[in-house]
T-cell receptor, first 113, second 116 residues
Framework: AQTVTQSQPEMSVQEAETVTLSCTYD???????LFWYKQPPSRQMILVIR??????QNATENRFSVNFQKAAKSFSLKISDSQLGDAAMYFC??????????FGAGTILRVKS | DTGVSQDPRHKITKRGQNVTFRCDPI?????LYWYRQTLGQGPEFLTY????????KSRLLSDRFSAERPKGSFSTLEIQRTEQGDSAMYLC??????????????FGEGSRLTVL
């Protein structure tokens, strides 16, 4: 079964600084999708960024970018110019096409002013 | 459209009682998912529907759990004879699956169940 591992239970970053959240996954498939979701306290989960495994180029969404290393099965999220509103639980997730999401345990991100 | 809505947002019940949660997905979405999230953990897949058909159920979904999506619109998740271990946040998500490939999942705010 596919698994997703987030080895950092908690991370802190100073406002305006850059932080990287780690994620590794295990799969025998070659075609799949990876996601980072953000879950603010008592709010619904929202998609931050997605990456299709067949694409070699790393996805970027404004201040958010990923480092996708397919051979290493690694998918880290970099947040640049961190803002107070970035404070949340971040989940890495994996799916094969048309299937359910498998989530990691999450990383709490704290942003210090 | 206001997004995925779930009701009730919080339910407190006594062990042994039955509870039902409702999820209204985004109207044009043909897929609907149920996940369970316990404190400090990531969501765990329970089941999903393509229109009205329930296509997959997790082993986590014991026979006390049943989900329906009549007419491919809203969905209900019922838990019979609740146990304290059922206490969790129950998340609903919806998406549109078409020829363009997998689309984004939109999540509701969840229904929190507390079993005393």
């Amino acid at each position: 079964a596919q698994t997703v591992t987030q080895s950092q239970p908690e991370m802190s970053v100073q406002e305006a600084e850059t932080v990287t959240l780690s994620c590794t996954y295990d799969t025998s498939e070659s075609d799949y999708y990876l996601f980072w979701y953000k879950q603010p306290p008592s709010r619904q989960m929202i998609l931050v960024i997605r990456q299709e495994a067949y694409k070699q180029q790393n996805a970027t969404e404004n201040r958010f970018s990923v480092n996708f290393q397919k051979a290493a099965k690694s998918f880290s999220l970099k947040i640049s110019d961190s803002q107070l509103g970035d404070a949340a639980m971040y989940f890495c997730a994996y799916t094969e096409y048309g299937n359910k999401l498998v989530f990691g345990a999450g990383t709490i991100l704290r942003v210090k002013s | 459209d206001t997004g995925v809505s779930q009701d009730p947002r919080h339910k407190i019940t006594k062990r042994g009682q039955n509870v039902t949660f409702r999820c209204d997905p985004i109207s044009e979405h043909n897929r609907l998912y149920w996940y369970r999230q316990t404190l400090g953990q990531g969501p765990e897949f329970l089941t999903y529907f393509q229109n009205e058909a329930q296509l997959e159920k997790s082993r986590l979904l014991s026979d006390r759990f049943s989900a329906e999506r009549p007419k491919g619109s809203f969905s209900t998740l019922e838990i019979q004879r609740t146990e304290q271990g059922d206490s969790a946040m129950y998340l609903c998500a919806s998406s549109f699956e078409g020829l363009a490939g997998m689309e984004e999942l939109f999540f509701g705010e969840g229904s929190r169940l507390t079993v005393l």
